[in-house]
């Protein structure tokens, strides 16, 4: 069982930065893709991005699409959501997920495809 724990969150102003990680233990991580979603007060936790087993394939929510940027450490068991030009809208408890790696599946963008969570980590964007 693959147990991971979501860290970097934190209070920044608006058009700043931060860097979430997660870390993972347990089974081969190279076996599972990787995907980040929020959840903000009042509302449905929704997919922002994912990540391939090998890193070479990427997908975005179109709503953070050229600000976040999400990656993968293999070697370290860790996957990374670099987010940049923050906005209060962003604000939101933050969790990574791992999905198991299938033949001839597409990158996973629902909560229904993911076999994993992080605990979750808060993010507030000041304005």
């Known amino acids: 069982q693959v147990q991971l724990v979501d860290s970097g969150g934190g209070l920044v102003q608006a058009g700043g930065s931060l860097r979430l990680s997660c870390a993972a233990s347990?089974?081969?991580?190279?076996?599972?893709?990787m995907g980040w979603f929020r959840q903000a007060p009042g509302k449905e936790r929704e997919f922002v991005a994912a990540i391939s087993w090998s890193g070479g394939g990427t997908n975005y929510a179109d709503s953070v699409k050229g600000r976040f940027t999400i990656s993968r450490d293999n070697a370290k068991s860790t996957a990374y959501l670099q987010m940049n030009t923050l906005k209060p809208e962003d604000t939101a408890v933050y969790y990574c997920?791992?999905?198991?790696?299938?033949?001839?599946?597409?990158?996973?963008?629902?909560?229904?495809?993911?076999?994993?969570w992080g605990q979750g980590t808060q993010v507030t964007i000041s304005s």
């Open positions: 347990g089974p081969t991580f190279s076996n599972y893709n």
């Open positions: 997920a791992a999905a198991r790696w299938r033949v001839g599946a597409g990158l996973p963008t629902t909560e229904r495809e993911y076999n994993y």
